[in-house]
């Protein structure tokens, strides 16, 4: 039996738009990884880790099983609001993910297409905590910033704004892959598909977004340096 790295993710709809385990499973498997990634999510739409907090099925979840990764993503714009409630729910959550030997990965979000010039908060909102615990950081916003700089045709917002594309979350996925393997990105699928539907082999897929290898390549070559450094 292979080994598997097991994740439990904690947010809300950045995490379950596209089924963005889903996407970072499929990158492992075209990257043959020796490990299978197998995850779980506990998601709400808008929720807060303060309303996670609450309502405890996370906390229950997050003791039931034994985890390699616990990643928690805060509510959109909370961490430029109102940081202070966001260290305090996430330093909550860490505590109890250290308890069960696990590691906190922080999932550093995107700015709303109308106002980028938020992401430099969000960032250091994340950055902050995750240095003050010494956590992880998944710095999807950053990748993303850099992507949409490079080629702004490239659509990584849905049509809201706010939510991600399925090129958007490809790019997430490109980042959790990279974040727990460490393997490299060049050359991987870019192709997304849709997780209602098995896998490709099957023949019966869903394509959502068949990126062009100089797309794939922009993403990934920006995911690599970003994650990186």
Not at 13 to 23: A, E, Q, R
Not at 24 to 49: H, P
Not at 135 to 148: D, E, L, M, R, T
């Amino acid at each position: 039996m292979k080994q598997a790295i097991r994740v439990l993710f904690i947010g809300n709809s950045y995490i379950y738009v596209n089924d963005l385990p889903w996407l970072i499973q499929q990158l492992a498997e075209s990257a043959k990884e020796t490990k299978r990634l197998e995850t779980e999510m506990v998601v709400v739409g808008g929720a807060t880790l303060k309303s996670h907090w609450k309502r405890g099925k996370a906390l229950r979840l997050l003791k039931a099983k034994q985890w390699d990764y616990v990643v928690l993503q805060e509510q959109s714009t909370l961490p430029i609001t109102n940081p202070k409630e966001m260290y305090k729910y996430a330093s909550l959550f860490d505590a109890e993910i250290k308890r069960v030997n696990s590691q906190t990965v922080f999932y550093l979000t995107w700015a709303k297409q109308n106002q980028p010039e938020t992401q430099q908060i969000l960032t250091d909102s994340y950055m902050t905590i995750a240095r003050e615990l010494q956590a992880k950081v998944a710095p999807v916003g950053i990748a993303w910033q850099k992507v949409q700089e490079a080629n702004p045709k490239l659509n990584l917002y849905n049509p809201d704004q706010s939510h991600p594309s399925p090129i958007g979350s490809y790019l997430a996925a490109c980042v959790f892959y990279k974040t727990f393997y460490q393997g490299s990105l060049v050359g991987l699928s870019c192709r997304i598909y849709s997780s209602q539907f098995n896998t490709p082999e099957e023949g019966n897929r869903l394509e959502l977004e068949s990126l062009s290898e100089t797309d794939a390549q922009i993403i990934q070559n920006l995911v690599e340096y970003t994650v990186r450094n």
